[in-house]
């Protein structure tokens, strides 16, 4: 899979390693945007300012829970993925049957993944 290099991706994950991970999976398929956000208040400022085609989201972050991002993602129909290393547990009603990418994930996984968010 090769994605176009202005293909906004916006990474909200707390834990700095595997950001920085899913960083270097998404420039392996061609993505030069990435916005990351290790916080709720974080990646809601990204949303003023940038308009990502695609996120992932980890659920558990630092305590707090990446579901107001999910709230705005799906307001705008920008697709997403939740992140997490317990599968759908942990996820809000609103968002039973959500795409789950579970965590430790491979390329083969995130592309996967990005092509189903995409249709």
């Known amino acids: 899979m090769r994605i176009e290099n202005d293909f906004r991706v916006l990474v909200v994950e707390d834990e700095a390693l595997i950001s920085m991970l899913i960083e270097d999976m998404l420039a392996d398929i061609g993505c030069k945007c990435v916005d990351v956000a290790s916080s709720v208040e974080v990646a809601m400022e990204v949303l003023t300012r940038a308009e ?40 809000d009603e609103a968002y039973f049957g959500a795409k789950i990418l579970q965590k430790p994930f491979q390329l083969g996984d995130l592309e996967t993944a990005i092509e189903s968010a995409l249709g």
């Open 52 to 91: 990502p085609n695609f996120a992932m989201l980890d659920i558990n972050l630092n305590g707090a829970r990446s579901f107001p991002i999910a709230d705005i993602l799906k307001s705008r129909e920008i697709p997403f993925v939740f992140l997490s290393g317990y599968g759908s547990r942990g996820l």
